[in-house]
């Protein structure tokens, strides 16, 4: 019998796939992982790797510059194209899981992933066994959080949070392989039920803390977010401010849910549209998710489902 994997089409929309509409996260990608493993290979200087270089190595067809063309303008899309072949010749893009060249997530990889099976899972939490009966979202459970039942209208993850699918994030996050928002954004397009779907649904993220994006050079949620939005032509809209930078490690769990609760608000003069989807990487304790979600209710979200790729 055919698994549910094998289901899946392949990713056409991987790295190599066509453009979307023009948005700022479609520039490029940063300095691929595993670089500096590669043997034999001449690494460049660190201040060779400025953002400016980074958007150079996988430029994409920007159509948001109308500017009419010109020869100053030729000139520079052939040393774009030049830089890109060389830069591909010397880093080929490779496989997060497999490394294998020509993509950042091959078929194979992709297939074999640790996929929910969504006629199972909770249609409350997302927790892959619980359709029937749910021991991960029971009032007990909840009560520490100061909830009889999560406070979303509905939640979905495309993934339980193995070793493979912890890579995947590692990868993409850590390592800053932002190609692979793509993939891993079709694949969590895949779970949103259609009721979600609204005309006036937006899909919205939970922002990183400021440190954490200066580290990473991009906000990962953020940029999955755009992806999804883009897959389901649906609106993308930061709805939340960043929350400042927590120490939670000398505090009890009630005392971190509290603290996560009051760093997270709807960011100022955002229009909140009636119903959000929220995004995020992973879901490990919901706590995040939990207070991202009160503060969009807060804020005038009426109906609030949260999509994840991956949950513990
Ligand atoms: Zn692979
Ligand atoms: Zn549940």
């Excluded at 300095?31 to 270089?53: F, L, M, Y």
């Excluded at 072949?85 to 950042?104: H, I, K, N, S």
């Excluded at 009889?148 to 392989?177: C, F, H, I, M, N």
């Amino acid at each position: 019998m055919e698994t549910k994997a094998e289901q899946l089409p392949l990713f056409t929309l991987a790295a190599d796939g066509p453009a979307g509409p023009a948005m700022p996260c479609r520039t490029g990608r940063p300095t691929p992982r595993g670089r500096q493993k590669r043997p034999g290979v001449q690494q460049p200087s660190k201040g060779c790797e400025t953002p400016r270089h980074r958007r150079r190595r996988h430029p994409e067809p920007q159509r948001h510059r109308e500017r009419p063309p010109s020869a100053t303008a030729g000139q520079h899309h052939l040393r774009q194209r030049a830089f890109e072949v060389f830069a591909e010749t010397l880093f080929p893009t490779r496989c997060a899981l497999c490394d294998a060249p020509g993509t950042v997530l091959c078929d194979r990889c992709a297939r074999h992933l640790p996929y929910i099976d969504a006629t199972l899972a909770c249609p409350r939490c997302g927790a892959p066994y619980g359709r029937v009966q749910c021991t991960e979202c029971n009032p007990v459970l909840m009560t520490p959080f100061g909830y009889e039942e999560p406070p979303w209208d509905g939640a979905v993850s495309a993934l339980v949070l193995t070793e493979a699918a912890r890579r995947v994030v590692t990868v993409y996050k850590d390592q800053g392989e932002r190609g692979l928002a793509r993939p891993m954004a079709a694949i969590m397009g895949r779970y949103l039920p259609p009721a979600w779907l609204a005309e006036e649904t937006a899909v919205a993220f939970v922002p990183a803390t400021p440190g954490a994006r200066r580290r990473r050079g991009f906000d990962h949620a953020e940029l999955l977010a755009r992806e999804l939005s883009w897959i389901i032509g649906a609106e993308w809209a930061p709805l939340l401010a960043a929350p400042r930078r927590l120490d939670q490690r000398r505090l009890s769990r009630t005392a971190r849910i509290q603290n996560m609760r009051a760093s997270m608000r709807a960011l100022p003069g955002a229009t909140m549209p009636p119903t959000v989807i929220l995004v995020d990487d992973v879901c490990t304790t919901g706590s995040t998710l939990m207070a991202a979600v009160e503060a969009l209710r807060k804020g005038g979200a009426r109906t609030v489902y949260c999509a994840t790729f991956a949950r513990a």
